[in-house]
């Protein structure tokens, strides 16, 4: 059973920075493809960006390309978030995702574990 916890998420101005983390029990988690989404209220679950196992491949969404950057440690079982220039449409719960298998994919079910998720508000 892998598990994820989130961490990082708060209250902040348009304009803030957070950063996200997710930490992943288990000792194969330099395997996974490991995914971030988030969930707004009333809207479905989008996909934010992943990367791959060896951190050399990522895609962001367009709605965070160039303000979002995603990063992994494989000997913390970790990934980041690192979110810039916040705006009040990034407010919604963060869940990081893990996919165990090959391949890179943006649709949520194409991953296998999920954390509990954080919040993030952007206030105007």
């Known amino acids: 059973q892998v598990q994820l916890v989130e961490s990082g998420g708060g209250l902040v101005q348009a304009g803030g920075s957070l950063r996200l983390s997710c930490a992943v029990s288990?000792?194969?988690?330099?395997?996974?493809?490991m995914g971030w989404f988030r969930q707004a209220p009333g809207k479905e679950r989008e996909f934010v960006v992943y990367?791959?196992?060896?951190?050399?491949?990522?895609y962001y969404a367009d709605s965070v390309k160039g303000r979002f950057t995603i990063s992994r440690d494989n000997a913390k079982n970790t990934v980041y978030l690192q979110m810039n220039s916040l705006k009040p449409e990034d407010t919604a719960v963060y869940y990081c995702?893990?996919?165990?298998?090959?391949?890179?994919?943006?649709?949520?079910?194409?991953?296998?574990?999920w954390g509990q998720g954080t919040q993030v508000t952007v206030s105007s």
């Open positions: 995702a893990v996919r165990v298998g090959s391949g890179l994919f943006t649709t949520a079910r194409s991953y296998n574990y």
């Open positions: 288990g000792r194969t988690f330099s395997t996974y493809t």
């Open positions: 990367i791959s196992w060896s951190g050399g491949s990522t």
